[in-house]
Every structure is written in structure tokens, then in C-alpha cells.
């Protein structure tokens, strides 16, 4: 099955598991903004890696514009994020941003990635300033409250590539259906 690795990357983080997992399935690598989505009928797999930003997923966009032309193959996405990516948390991105029958047809999965400030474009720094002030202001903080802070100092790398393992080990089985 010829299969093809799309990803939207602002920090890296994305990028460097999409390079990691196309190396490791032997498929072609593309950003998501440079793909003609007319031409993926050679593809049997398609795989899109996109990063968590306030709720949306990042490259989504080119996706949902394109779904006709992709939805007969087989789909995998891959969501990064600075979180320790809580299972309810991931789930309630998923229903806010795919139909009921997407979530049934798409295999998810969720890929620790980081945080670097200093990356992030001029929108993002200023929505990552409301944040970090809001943060700053809370009575209670939470570990994850204080975690985020704290990479706002010094950035944060959770992007292993071992991390890919659960995903690379679900398209082996694929072949052998």
C-alpha cells in the first residue's frame, strides 16, 4: 500500500515526527499547504500529523477542505501538544473538531511534542502572553500550570522517536489484514 506522511508544522515539533514516521513506513513526506489532494488517488494511506493550538489542530483546515478526495483510504492522524496528553482532554479536541463518522473512520493518536516560545509566530506570542498572564494570576496552580510556566523560561522537548512505536506497530498490522 503506498502510503503518504502530510503534516502542518509552527514549531517543529510535528515535523520532526513526521519525518521520523515516514522514514520508519517508507512513505512519501509532504507539508499538508504543498499537496495536491487531485492526485491522492495512488495513495492507500494517508497519515496527517498537525499540532494543538487552543482547541484546533493545526493544518486541519487543508484536511476538512479536501476530506472527498482522501476519505476512501485508510487515515491516520497524529496530534502533538506540550501536555502529557490526558485521554479526556484529546477527546474533547476530537469532538470539537471531526463528525461522528470521521472519529469512527480516522485512527488517532497523540505524540508528546514541546514548547518553545521563541519559535511561535507574533499572533501566537501574544495569545501565549494572555495565557502565561492569566497563569501567573491563578490562586491554585496545577503541576501543568506551573510545568507551562516554567517553558515559557526555558523551552520544553518531549519529541522522541521512540514515541512513534504505537503508531509505526498499528500500520504493520494494517498490512497484514
Known sequence: ????????????????????ISKALHAELKDVEDVE??????????????GLYAGGINGLKYIKKNYHLIENKELIFFLTGASPGREEEIDEVLKRNFTESQLQKI????????FDFDKLGFIDKLLMRVMKSYLNHKKEKTADDIGML???EKPVNFAFEKNISELVEYVEKLETR
Open 1 to 20: 500500500m503506498k502510503r503518504i506522511v502530510l503534516y502542518r508544522s509552527k514549531t517543529g515539533f510535528v515535523k520532526k515526527y513526521a519525518n521520523w
Open 37 to 50: 489532494f487531485s492526485k491522492m488517488e495512488n495513495y492507500g494511506l494517508v497519515i496527517f500529523g498537525g
Open 107 to 114: 485512527k488517532f493518536f497523540y505524540l508528546r511534542g514541546g
Open 150 to 152: 516554567e517553558a515559557f
